[in-house]
Every structure is written in C-alpha cells, then in structure tokens.
C-alpha cells in the first residue's frame, strides 16, 4: 500500500460510453500524474498537475480528459474511446512536482475498450 | 526528447545468481536517474535513486546501481538474487529543470528456486 488508491481496478467499456478513473492520495503531495501503461511499450506520461495546475499535457487526444478539483484527487474523464486505448492507467503522485521526486504509483485501472 | 532503452526484456536465473539490467539513456545533459521494481500484484515502487555525488548507489534488497556519465548508463547489480526478486524492473530518467520521467520498456526478471 503506497497511499495511493484507485477506482475502478478494472473497467470494460464500449466505444460510445463515458467512463471516469479516480485517483486519490493521501501522503499530502503536491502533484499528481497520470500514466499509460501498454503491453510491450514504456509508461507514458500523459498529465502532470502541481497544485492542481496542469502542468503537462503529452500530446494526449482529447478523448481523454483529466481533472483535479484539489491535491488530492484526480480524474481522467474517458469519452469514445478507441480499442487501442486499452491499457493499464496508473496514477502517481509526488512531494512537489519536480522531477527529481520519488513518484509513489497506485495499483493501476485495467482498462478494456471493447 | 529524452528516451531510455533496457535490453533483454525477459531475464531468466537461478537463486544465487548475480543480476545485471543494462539502462541507457539519450539524453545530454544533467539527469536524474531511477529504478522502479513491480513486483507480482504489487504497485510499482523505487528501488533507488541517483541526483549527484557517489555514482554507485546502494538501494534497498541488497540492489546497487552505478552511474557511468560517458557511457549515459545507469545499469542495476545484485551479487546474489534471491526468489523473491521475481519481478518487473524498470529504469527511468529525469532531465534537470523539467518534470518528466521517461521510463524504459522494462526488464520481466523471473528467479528460479
């Protein structure tokens, strides 16, 4: 248990729906990412918010879109999604948002679109 | 952009055996270095870490990795790997002054007893 959690572990969603992934910490950080995790290919960023300023947006497509209403909480708002979206999203977060910060990972929403 | 590459993916090795993961990365300048390990069903968590001073950084479980700068590597060691070891390790590098890491493909290491 890292103190970071995640809802739902596992989502199966068609083409059409509108689903969101939440993620909550509580180790009182300051910034918190979302990451795509695909069979065979690195994690990749997709949003970096430091005190709950969106920091970075990795080119991800706008079906996609994150929110967080305060340090604590983040969301990833899925709308149409591809099957090719199908992946493993994590949430992390971090002390301050810099780039040498420890990043404490949940366990991650396995994610079918079918 | 920064990119990292760990090579042989999928490890195979008996308890008592030493383990070395390759790391190379693209990048030029100043960096901050990172190993994660996942174990099964487990979240992903930092193994250790590298920002300056002694390139050979111990971490936890016995794990050291050593920083070369002209070879832009970050390569991991354990003397002796035990079963428990049994994971997936994955490198990844930071640039000073942005908030990115870039993570390697990783390294599925399974331990036989």
């Known amino acids: 248990e890292t103190g970071v959690t995640q809802t739902p572990r596992h989502l199966v969603m068609g083409m059409t729906n509108k689903k969101s992934l939440k993620c909550e910490q509580h180790l009182g950080h300051n910034a918190m990412y979302w990451y795509k995790q695909s069979a065979k290919k690195p994690l990749e960023l997709m949003f970096v918010?430091?005190?709950?300023?969106?920091?970075e947006n990795n080119s991800v497509p706008s079906r996609f879109s994150p929110e967080c209403p305060n340090s604590s909480h983040l969301f990833l708002h899925l709308h149409t999604l591809q099957p090719e979206d199908s992946a493993l999203y994590l949430c992390?977060?971090?002390?301050?948002?810099?780039?040498?910060?420890?990043?404490?990972f949940g366990p991650g929403t396995r994610l079918t679109v079918l | 952009a920064q990119s990292v590459s760990q090579h042989n993916h999928h490890v195979i090795l008996s308890e008592a055996a030493s383990l070395e993961l390759g790391c190379n990365y693209s990048y030029g300048g100043t960096v901050n270095l990172f190993w994660y390990v996942q174990y099964p069903g487990q979240h992903l968590q930092l193994l250790l870490k590298y920002f300056s001073g002694d390139p050979l950084v111990k971490g936890i479980k016995g794990f050291e990795a050593e920083f070369i700068k002209s070879k832009f590597s970050f390569n991991l060691r354990k003397p002796s790997v035990q079963w428990s070891d049994t994971a997936e390790y994955f490198c990844?590098?930071?640039?000073?002054?942005?908030?990115?890491?870039?993570f390697g493909k990783g390294n599925q290491v399974v331990v036989i007893p």
């Open positions: 918010y430091s005190l709950e300023e969106r920091v």
């Open positions: 992390a977060s971090s002390p301050r948002g810099q780039g040498n910060d420890e990043q404490f």
């Open positions: 990844a590098v930071n640039a000073l002054g942005n908030n990115r890491l870039a």
